[in-house]
């Protein structure tokens, strides 16, 4: 059953903790990205990565962390730089956009929220 | 920066009545993209449009593309109780990321 999963689908963090949010897919997309979704603001883009071993800075990459070590996984680190990191957290995979754009699969999403 | 501007941002209906919402490009777009999100689930992709006047229909609703690929609709007819959710355009740059609007909120009463 092809899909993106992430865990946790809720997550506690304490002021001044780092914690890692992971969203693995196993469709064989090549690009993968991860979004904030706060009430009324839509979806900003965090970290994208279009290959293995590469990503690149979204509209509100400050205080967060990617890696992309694998194709299919693509972790992101919320640090306690990120001074309001409660939200909703979407990972989203695509077939890196030709001419006409690439069209997204999201994950469930995880809510975070800092005590 | 590319900028897409949605409205309305919230709407709320009777069953049966129609529903529109519009979605503007600060730029020319190369596609348009429509999601939608269920309450408390995540952005499900509906439809692309990529050609200039591009009209698509899925059953009751009617996705259309300007002329100048800068703006676009999406309409339902007579909605239902399952209509309910988040509508999100993405416009599309060709080779670059996606840039959301903010969302209409669908309320649509039984």
């Known amino acids: 059953d092809g899909g993106i999963t992430q865990s946790p689908k809720y997550l506690f963090r304490k002021e001044g903790q780092n914690v890692t949010l992971s969203c693995e897919q196993n469709?064989?997309?090549?690009?993968m990205y991860w979004y904030r979704q706060d009430p009324g603001q839509g979806l900003r883009l965090i970290y994208y990565?279009?290959?293995?071993?590469?990503?690149q800075k979204g509209d509100i990459a400050e205080g967060y962390s990617v890696s992309r070590e694998k194709k299919e996984s693509f972790p992101l680190t919320v640090t306690s730089a990120q001074k309001n990191p409660t939200a909703f957290y979407l990972c989203?995979?695509?077939?890196?956009?030709?001419?006409?754009?690439?069209?997204?699969?999201f994950g469930p999403g995880t809510r975070l929220l800092v005590l | 920066g590319q900028q897409v501007m949605q409205i309305p941002q919230y709407q709320h209906v009777q069953e049966g009545e129609d529903f529109t919402t519009y979605c503007n490009s600060s730029?020319?777009?190369?596609?348009i993209q429509w999601y939608k999100q269920r309450p408390g689930g995540h952005p499900v992709f509906l439809i692309q449009?990529?050609?200039?006047?591009e009209v698509k229909k899925q059953k009751r609703l009617t996705f259309q593309f300007g002329e100048a690929k800068k703006n676009s609709s999406l309409h339902i007819t007579a909605t239902q109780t399952t209509d309910v959710g988040t509508y999100f355009c993405?416009?599309?740059?060709?080779?670059?990321?996606?840039?959301f609007g903010k969302g209409t909120m669908l309320l649509v009463s039984p």
């Open positions: 989203a995979s695509s077939i890196p956009g030709g001419p006409t754009g690439e069209t997204q699969y």
């Open positions: 469709l064989n997309h090549d690009a």
């Open positions: 990565s279009q290959i293995v071993n590469d990503f």
């Open positions: 730029t020319t777009l190369s596609n």
């Open positions: 449009l990529v050609k200039s006047g």
């Open positions: 993405a416009g599309g740059m060709g080779y670059s990321t996606l840039t």
